[in-house]
């Protein structure tokens, strides 16, 4: 069956980097893009970016441009994100999610990442 | 961007009613337009996507209707399992949005 199988839980301090893996099994890695989406408790989700494991290109939203950045690695079917700099209010659950095309949504997620920014 | 505005934020039900829960955009998306169903501490579950399609595996008591800036969502007869944050996406342009989600309670 399809999965999406997310790294663990991370505190970091402010000014740091954090980063998630999203391990995708069940499916061609290459046909489906990987969105990473981000909640904050009590509020409604929030689109981070938009990876294309097939091309590797990158779509990132312009509130999250140049501290936060997506790769991924064909041979582990895995995608990453890497949120720098980060602030007390990028205290959230981070989420990946398969997208076939713009008119199919989301239809495999990832358990969720909690990422705390504490001092 | 695109605002997506869900109403009601929340609604009371019993089991077996029918709710409708509205999604608007703030501007013309054809029917790129999804539901998502949340329950507390699990990832978002896709329900419908273009506006209408339903998911492989989702019961058919849901159903999705609506096209250009006005959407709804209807589940038919609500079931215990149903009571869960409804929320819409749109797909249209980038950057996706959300709607704030509907609570249905008990």
């Known amino acids: 069956q399809v999965t999406l199988v997310q790294s663990g839980a991370d505190v970091k301090k402010p000014g740091a980097s954090v980063e998630v893996s999203c391990k995708a099994s069940?499916?061609?890695?290459?046909?489906?893009?990987i969105y990473w989406l981000r909640q904050v408790p009590g509020q409604g989700l929030e689109w981070m970016g938009t990876i294309n494991p097939g091309g590797g290109d990158t779509n990132y939203a312009q509130k999250f441009q140049g501290r936060f950045t997506m790769t991924r690695d064909m041979p582990t079917a895995t995608v990453y994100m890497e949120l720098s700099s980060l602030r007390f209010e990028d205290t959230a659950m981070y989420y990946c999610a398969r997208v076939l095309g713009d008119y199919y949504g989301m239809d495999a997620w990832g358990q969720g990442t909690t990422v705390i920014v504490s001092s | 961007d695109i605002q997506m505005t869900q109403s009601p934020p929340s609604l009371s039900a019993s089991v077996g009613d029918r709710v409708t829960i509205t999604c608007r955009a703030s501007?013309?998306?054809?029917?790129?337009l999804n539901w998502y169903q949340q329950k507390p501490g699990k990832a978002p579950k896709l329900l419908i996507y273009a506006a209408s399609t339903l998911q492989s595996g989702v019961p058919s008591r849901f159903s999705g209707s609506g096209s250009q800036t006005d959407f709804t969502l209807t589940i038919t007869s609500l079931q215990p399992d149903d009571f869960a944050i409804y929320c819409c996406q749109q797909s249209y342009t980038s950057p996706w949005t959300f709607g704030q989600g509907t609570r249905v309670e008990i």
């Open positions: 069940g499916y061609v890695f290459s046909r489906y893009y």
């Open positions: 501007q013309n998306i054809n029917t790129h």
